[in-house]
């Protein structure tokens, strides 16, 4: 314990006190570039020297507002999720969008277009779950190239997203007949992946997830017993499997998690409190920081926050990624105040609730926009932990 003191207190420890969860909106030259990429008539190498540029500028950005992490954007991506996937043997592509219904900031119903292909787990492919490469090696030489003052920050989707789409029904038994050899074979991609990563000098790994807050919306857990799942069992399995993870990470390397309601192009997809994960995800997860949103009253309360291990620091997400209005720092200092009644205020840290742009066409303000934000978070934390 005495080691979880002192790491608590170091100020450089990650996650930060002002952190962002990573993903930011891709200029319109990016977009215009896939655009003309997928037309074929812009080769690879151009399209990777425009991401290039783009990058070095928004590294840029980022430390210049005060940022002590820096991300690349997710400017290479198509989603947060898809590029890593695609590149797992044995997870097969399946083309149409998400089963989930999105929300307006209001909350009205709202029709997407699909972005990325859905992926469930070894249904059709004829091969166990691995990794052949290391799918973020050059993105992240890249991105920790360019950074000056912050820390390269790398994002990966969370093992939990590999399964919980398509569940265990969609595990092919042919493959694998007892399933824990397909949770164990999921262990060591992702294992495969930091290894690589963390040999190229990454040291802030950040785990991407749905399934922990989408399942504390009763209808999303409704839709699991119609497959033969329930919730309880899923977040001792994620949780278990995650913790399996990060027991094998390397030395040096700091590992977090952000989970989330759903953010495409400012639409949410579940709602709910953190009441159902509180006790079995929010305290099981031996992870170095958790990214949680509070952002609306569809995160609920706090005090949720009580199961939090003192080894944990959580990023409040307290500022809206999806939408242009600036928030008010007095509230932001209020609303830190009141989960520091449940948490000790060292543990806490602050940030957006989500990304800027988790699919392509990103929310809907303005970059000018999204760097007030990220600006404020500095802000608001340097009032507050000095």
Not at 20 to 45: C, I, K, N
Not at 62 to 82: P, Y
Not at 287 to 314: A, H, Q, W, Y
């Amino acid at each position: 314990m005495a080691n979880e003191v002192n790491y608590m207190e170091n100020v450089d420890r990650i996650p930060f006190r002002a952190d962002h969860v990573g993903s930011l909106l891709r200029p319109e030259s990016l977009h215009d570039a896939r655009r003309r990429f997928a037309a074929g008539t812009l080769d690879g190498a151009a399209l990777r020297e425009l991401e290039d540029r783009e990058i070095y500028r928004v590294v840029a950005k980022q430390e210049a507002v005060g940022l002590r992490s820096a991300t690349d954007g997710e400017f290479r991506r198509a989603s947060w999720i898809t590029d890593f996937v695609q590149n797992v043997t044995g997870v097969p592509n399946r083309t149409g969008g998400s089963r989930a219904k999105w929300f307006s900031p209001q909350g009205d119903e709202i029709e997407l277009a699909p972005i990325a292909t859905t992926h469930v787990p070894a249904s059709t492919s004829p091969s166990a779950l691995k990794l052949e490469n290391v799918v973020f090696a050059d993105d992240f030489t890249y991105l920790d190239e360019e950074c000056e003052s912050a820390v390269a920050k790398l994002c990966l989707p969370s093992p939990s997203m590999i399964h919980f789409r398509g569940g265990d029904v969609a595990i092919d038994r042919a493959i694998y007949p007892d399933l824990e050899e397909f949770w164990s074979d999921l262990v060591d991609v992702y294992v495969r992946e930091i290894e690589g990563l963390a040999s190229l000098g990454c040291t802030y790994l950040q785990l991407d997830d749905t399934s922990f807050a989408f399942l504390c919306d009763p209808r999303e857990q409704a839709g699991l017993v119609e497959r033969g799942n329930d919730a309880p069992t899923l977040f001792a399995r994620y949780t278990d499997t995650i913790n399996r993870i990060v027991a094998r990470r390397p030395a040096g390397m700091s590992i977090t998690l952000h989970t989330c309601r759903g953010n495409n192009q400012s639409a949410w997809a579940a709602s709910g409190g953190y009441e159902p994960i509180a006790e079995s995800v929010l305290g099981g997860l031996r992870v170095d920081g958790l990214f949680l949103e509070f952002d609306d009253e569809r995160s609920g309360s706090f005090d949720v926050l009580r199961f939090v291990p003192s080894s944990t620091r959580v990023v409040l997400g307290l500022v809206s990624s999806k939408t242009a209005t600036l928030e008010d720092k007095s509230v932001l200092k209020r609303r830190v105040d009141e989960a520091s009644k449940f948490l000790p205020l060292e543990q806490l840290c602050i940030s957006p609730q989500c990304g800027f742009a988790s699919t392509e066409p990103g929310n809907n303000l303005t970059e000018d926009q999204q760097f007030a934000k990220l600006e404020l978070v500095v802000e608001t934390a340097s009032e507050i932990w000095g």
